[in-house]
C-alpha cells in the first residue's frame, strides 16, 4: 500500500471523529431545550392552578359589590316605601325589596362555593409549585453535565484537529485536494475495495481497474463515486476463509427467452459472454469479449429456439443471470456499456464460487426471481 494511501486512511479515521465529536457539540443546544421542555408540563399545570384562583378571587370581589349595591338599593326602596301614597305603589317597591333580597341570597351562596374550592385551589397550587422546584433542580443538575460532556468533546476536538493538521502534512497536496473534494460532498473521500467492487458506492470495477488497485503502486480512482481506491489483503483473506456468508446467488430460469453465457474458450476469441434470445421463432447469438465488453464477429440469427439453434455453444458453459430487450441490446451497439459488463463479470464470479465451494451440487431449479441487472 502506498504511504500516501495508508496516511489518507489515518486522516479519514481523524474526519469521522472530528465529524462525531462536531455533532455532539452541536446537539448540545438541541439537548437543552429537550430538558427544558420536561418543565413545560408542570408550569402549564401550576399556571392554570394560579389563573384558576386569579378568576376565583376576580369572581368574589364581582358578587360582594353586588351584594353591596343590592343592600344599597334594598335601603333606597324601604325609605321610599314611608312616602308612598298608594297601597299599589307599596306593593311595588316591597317586591323589588324581595327580588334584591333573593339576589343577594344567590351571591352570598357563589361566594360560599368559590371559599369553599378555594383550598382545593391552594393545594393544587403548592403541590404544582414544590413540584416544578424539585424539576427544576433536576433538570438543572441533567443541563450541568450536558455543558460538561459538551466542554470534555470540544477540548476532544480542537486535539483532533491539531492532529489532522499534523496528518495533512504527509498526504500529496493534489491527493489531499481530491481527498477533501470527495468527502465534502460524499462523507468520504477514500474506499476499501472488496470482491472487485467499491465498498463505498458498490459498483463493480472493470478488471485492470481493480488489478491497478491490488498491485498499489499507484493512486487509483473509483470512476463512480471519485473516491479513492485502496486494497487490503487481510480482508481478502477474511472473506476467504470457510465459513465466511456470501450472498446466496439466483439462478436465472431455465425456460428464459434470453440467456446469458460464459465460456473460458470460444474459437480464436479466449474468454467471451454469449447472449442467445428466442423472438419470433428465431434465434440469435451474439458474443462480447469478456475484459472489454466488445462486440465480436456477427449477429448470428438462426431458426428454432436458442437450445436448438445453438446446442454446441451452450454445452460447457456457465449460464449466468441476464436479461436485456432486443432493443437495448441494440443500443449498445459495438460494446457492453459498464453496468451490464460488470453485472455479468460480478455474476460470473458468484458462480466460479459456488462451484468451487460445491454450494449448488444439482442443478437450479427454475424460480420466479428478479435478473441480476433488471
Request: hydrophobic fraction near 35%; charged fraction near 35%; glycine fraction near 4%.
Amino acid at each position: 500500500m502506498l504511504p500516501s494511501i495508508e496516511n489518507l486512511l489515518k486522516l479519514q479515521d481523524a474526519d469521522k471523529e472530528i465529524r462525531r465529536l462536531q455533532d455532539e457539540v452541536a446537539e448540545f443546544p438541541k439537548r437543552v431545550a429537550l430538558i427544558e421542555q420536561k418543565l413545560a408540563g408542570t408550569k402549564a399545570q401550576l399556571e392554570k392552578a394560579q389563573a384558576a384562583i386569579k378568576t376565583d378571587e376576580a369572581g368574589r370581589r364581582k358578587y360582594d359589590g353586588a351584594i353591596t349595591e343590592l343592600r344599597s338599593k334594598i335601603s333606597k326602596y324601604r325609605d321610599q316605601s314611608l312616602d308612598v301614597k298608594t297601597n299599589e305603589q307599596y306593593r311595588a317597591l316591597m317586591q323589588e325589596i324581595q327580588f334584591a333580597e333573593k339576589e343577594i341570597a344567590a351571591n352570598e351562596d357563589r361566594i360560599l362555593e368559590l371559599m369553599v374550592n378555594a383550598d382545593a385551589r391552594d393545594k393544587e397550587m403548592k403541590a404544582a409549585q414544590a413540584e416544578l422546584k424539585a424539576e427544576t433542580a433536576e433538570i438543572e443538575k441533567e443541563k450541568e453535565e450536558a455543558r460538561q460532556v459538551t466542554a470534555k468533546d470540544e477540548a476532544l476536538l480542537a486535539d483532533w484537529r491539531a492532529k489532522r493538521n499534523q496528518m495533512r502534512t504527509g498526504v500529496d497536496e493534489d491527493l489531499l485536494r481530491h481527498y477533501e473534494r470527495v468527502a465534502k460532498f460524499r462523507g468520504s473521500g477514500i474506499s476499501e475495495v472488496r470482491d472487485q467492487k467499491c465498498m463505498a458506492c458498490r459498483v463493480m470495477l472493470r478488471p485492470q481497474t481493480y488489478n491497478d488497485v491490488r498491485s498499489g503502486q499507484q493512486t487509483v480512482v473509483c470512476d463512480s463515486c471519485q473516491r479513492i481506491l485502496y486494497f487490503n489483503p487481510a480482508d481478502e483473506l477474511v472473506d476467504q476463509k470457510p465459513g465466511v456468508n456470501r450472498p446466496k446467488r439466483h439462478h436465472p430460469k431455465i425456460d428464459a427467452a434470453q440467456a446469458w453465457y460464459y465460456r473460458p474458450e470460444f474459437g480464436d476469441f479466449g474468454e467471451v459472454f454469449l447472449c442467445l434470445t428466442n423472438a419470433r421463432g428465431h434465434a440469435s447469438r451474439r458474443v462480447y469479449d469478456v475484459h472489454t465488453g466488445r462486440l465480436l464477429g456477427d449477429i448470428l440469427i438462426r431458426e428454432g429456439d436458442y437450445r436448438h439453434a445453438f446446442p454446441e455453444d451452450i454445452t460447457g458453459a456457465t449460464r449466468l443471470n441476464g436479461s436485456w430487450s432486443e432493443d437495448e441490446l441494440d443500443s449498445f451497439g459495438t460494446e457492453l456499456p459498464s453496468i451490464p459488463l460488470d453485472s455479468l463479470r460480478f455474476d460470473l464470479e458468484h458462480a466460479r464460487h459456488e462451484a468451487s465451494t460445491g454450494s449448488s451440487s444439482k442443478p437450479p431449479v427454475p424460480a420466479p426471481t428478479e435478473q441480476a441487472a433488471s
